[in-house]
């Protein structure tokens, strides 16, 4: 069984302050990696992809991927009230599996 | 320029009713995934299909039947609606699954199906 798995939340930042997510994955056949994030009763949207070992920057967020540790991270810098949000680590072969997510809150 | 449409929006059946949730995408994407999400968690693949006349399992397929007769579309059954179906329903897709930005999924809008 292929498992992706989320540090539990919810997190709770103060504006301003670095918030940072935690994924694992069980498939080391796993080739592309996501970060989504989802506003409460919206669709997920796209963040960040990650392909290969290393960092990725994109604006305020970095992603993170260790394929040797089967580990993938998102960073958040200048954290703003309106990324508080569930933030849902997906992982895909042929298949695209998503982690439970995490609920990030920023307080002003 | 829909993207990819869901319906409907809202539905409520009987225990034991059964009903159908369309999904259509109009970007010519040879993958397609139905996810449930239950509240407060994050989603769980039900079925997926990376082209027409091909489609496999997921994490959570029972009680689900999908087919794919063609690229555009990837309807999803509910046979014998039970309570613990009750959830969010989103559809997506992707045109590949190579390292490019082609990996990336389009969602609908999603379907909220309540079974009483």
């Known amino acids: 069984q292929k498992e992706v798995e989320q540090n539990s939340g919810p997190l709770s930042v103060p504006e301003g302050a670095i918030a940072s997510l935690n994924c694992t994955y069980s498939d080391r056949g796993s080739q592309s990696f996501f970060w989504y994030r989802q506003y409460s009763g919206k669709s997920p949207e796209l963040i960040m992809s990650i392909y290969s070992n290393g960092d990725k920057e994109d604006g305020r967020f970095t992603a993170q991927l260790n394929k040797a540790s089967q580990y993938v991270s998102l960073l958040i810098r200048d954290s703003q009230p309106s990324d508080s949000a569930t933030y849902l680590c997906?992982?895909?072969?042929?298949?695209?599996?998503f982690g439970a997510g995490t609920r990030l809150t920023v307080k002003p | 320029n829909a993207g990819v449409t869901q319906t409907p929006k809202f539905r409520i059946l009987k225990i034991g009713q059964s009903m159908t949730l369309q999904c259509t995408q109009d970007m010519n994407h040879n993958y397609m995934y139905w996810y449930r999400q239950d509240p407060g968690m994050g989603l769980k693949l039900i079925y997926y299909s990376v082209g027409a006349g091909i489609t496999d399992k997921g994490e959570v397929p029972n009680g689900y039947n999908v087919s794919r007769s063609t690229t555009e579309d990837f309807p999803l059954r509910l046979e014998l609606a039970a309570p613990s179906q009750t959830s969010v329903y989103f559809c997506?897709?992707?045109?590949?699954?190579?390292?490019?930005?082609?990996?990336?999924?389009?969602f609908g809008a999603g379907s909220r199906l309540t079974v009483l």
């Open positions: 997506a897709s992707r045109g590949g699954a190579s390292s490019s930005g082609a990996n990336v999924l389009t």
């Open positions: 997906a992982v895909t072969d042929n298949d695209m599996r």
